[in-house]
């Protein structure tokens, strides 16, 4: 009789070997086998056949290897697990592993060494747990968190870019009113009148720049509005096909159920226009461009953070070199360009970043070296109900004749503006008084007969739109127009809400925005 083994009382009904089988078959929540000293299974419970997908008489006496990925066999991942087992006295890692049907699992797997008394290596015992479910949700905080940064950032660029243009706008609004009133001042002179222009134009390129920044800080007025998409793309196709150059082909594609997206169709343009040069710069040698349009139905969370709902998901593909994962990082950021010096402002994609997040879509971007690039504008249907809140007014249509004269009182707390602003007006003809800020203006307003207030919209204390609606409670017969860059205002206002002038703008601007002012305060 053998005297090693302990005697096991009448109240155990199975040897201890069984006992320690039927505990090992009962487990299902982990893969528990036993392998040789060569790594060929030799044991195989349920969980294992659970995992894996392998019944007992399919693996037995197979290399665990079988187990791993191709590349982690060619690494020499598995021998390296039974070295380190058999060396240190266990192996813990995860990484993914293979089912029979060829699916992938994470996994954590502890290999320990089994040894004779002798100390001779007997074989080892291996523990698997699938943790794909655990490993998965970690990868979504993951990218969320990465997202939630990455968001974060452009905030902080999209404010520190909504600063910068809204002192380029006021620097732009002296620049711009003064060249206008100083080249309608002076007589013709081939030697002065030309440089008035040229000066004139950089002013009106620089305007544009700060309306590309603003787009970017979703600080830009919009002109929110259905869009037919096919009917836009067309024309800025027929467009593009003449000034990209005979060695680029652009090609369109939409869906027959498209419905109108809701954003503003100009700014859209630009885009566009801007999305094809970008693809043409990346096709150096020649290519395709393919914008192609469908309609997609959002539900909750989706990986770009669209809120649910339906959307018109409008795409630019080209065939150029593509991007790496650096560059495709900081794509969107303001002033970035992998362009050389003076080809380009790198506002591009910002500004339709900025376009698409303002009118409540995204912009997505996916790209790989040498396999080209796909930047997409995800935009809202458009729906019967949804409000325009109207264009700016300097971008309305001229009214004919001009305006009696009329006290007009001017707020700003930029003095080179609020100056350039009182010129432009005292050369229409009005009274102009003057107000560095809301305190002053309303005292102003208190002692004078005041016809209309032109106030600033950002400015420190009490803004252009508190100002505004102080003035139309108290003075209800006084109308406020509301200068300003930004698109930070209600998107209702109602119909006593003010009017609102872009900055910057022209003298003739501000003639046309008086005379709206007047003909809105008639009809009410």
């Known amino acids: 009789m053998d005297q090693t083994r302990p005697k096991l009382s009448s109240a155990t009904p199975f040897p201890d ?29 349920p969980g294992a056949q659970r995992f894996k997908g392998y019944a007992a008489e399919e693996i037995l006496g197979q290399h665990f290897s079988r187990f791993y990925t191709p590349e982690d066999r060619a690494a020499g991942v598995p021998a390296r697990a039974l070295r380190t087992a058999a060396q240190e006295g266990r192996f813990e890692g995860e990484g993914w592993r293979l089912r029979k049907d060829g699916s992938r699992f994470w996994a954590h797997v502890i290999i320990d060494p089994i040894r004779e008394p002798s100390g001779a290596l007997a074989g080892f015992a291996k523990i698997t747990r699938d943790l794909t479910e655990q490993h998965e949700a970690e990868r979504e905080r993951d990218e969320a968190r990465e997202a939630l940064l990455q968001s974060q950032k452009l905030d902080a660029l999209g404010q520190l870019t909504g600063g910068v243009a809204h002192d380029f706008n006021n620097l732009l609004m002296t620049i711009i009113g003064g060249l206008d009133l100083v080249r309608k001042r002076l007589p013709p002179d081939p030697k002065v009148t030309p440089l008035l222009e040229n000066a004139m134009q950089a002013a009106q390129r620089g305007s544009a720049l700060t309306q590309r920044m603003l787009a970017f800080a979703r600080r830009q007025p919009l002109d929110l509005r259905p869009v037919e998409a096919p009917t836009l793309v067309r024309g800025v196709v027929e467009m593009l096909k003449r000034s990209l150059g005979p060695g680029v082909r652009v090609s369109t594609r939409f869906a027959a159920d498209l419905r109108p997206a809701l954003t503003d169709p100009h700014q859209l343009e630009n885009a566009l ?70 080809a380009g402002a790198g506002l591009g994609l910002s500004m339709a970043h900025g376009l698409a997040e303002q009118s409540g879509g995204r912009l997505m971007i996916s790209s790989c070296e040498g396999e080209g690039t796909v930047v997409e504008l995800w935009l809202p249907e458009a729906y019967e109900a949804a409000q325009n809140p109207g264009a700016p007014l300097a971008g309305q249509a001229a009214h004919p004749g001009g305006t009696a004269p009329l006290v007009i009182l001017a707020v700003d707390d930029d003095a080179l503006v609020l100056l350039n602003t009182a010129a432009m007006l005292e050369d229409l003809g009005h009274r102009v008084l003057t107000a560095a800020d809301a ?77 709206a002012a007047r003909e809105n305060r008639a009809v009410a």
């Open 273 to 342: 226009v801007n999305l094809a040069l970008n693809a043409r710069d990346a096709m150096p040698g020649g290519g395709t461009i393919r914008i192609e349009g469908e309609r997609r139905t959002v539900m909750r969370g989706h990986e770009g953070g669209l809120a649910p709902g339906a959307y018109l998901r409008l795409s630019v593909r080209d065939s150029g070199h593509g991007m790496d994962a650096c560059t495709l990082a900081r794509a969107t950021e303001p002033f970035f360009t992998t362009k050389g010096v003076g």
């Open 17 to 45: 070997e069984d006992r320690y089988r039927r505990l090992i078959d009962a487990i299902t929540d982990y893969a528990i086998f036993m392998l040789d000293a060569d790594g060929c299974v030799s044991s195989w419970n």
């Open 439 to 515: 305190e002053e203006a309303l005292a102003i307003l208190a002692a004078e007969k005041i016809d209309l207030v032109i106030t600033d919209f950002a400015m420190p204390g009490v803004d252009g739109l508190r100002l505004a609606r102080t003035v139309q409670e108290r003075w209800p017969g006084v109308t406020v127009l509301l200068a300003t860059g930004y698109a930070e205002l209600p998107e209702s206002q109602g119909g006593d809400g003010p009017l609102r002038l872009s900055k910057p703008y022209l003298q003739s601007d501000l003639a046309r925005a008086i005379l």
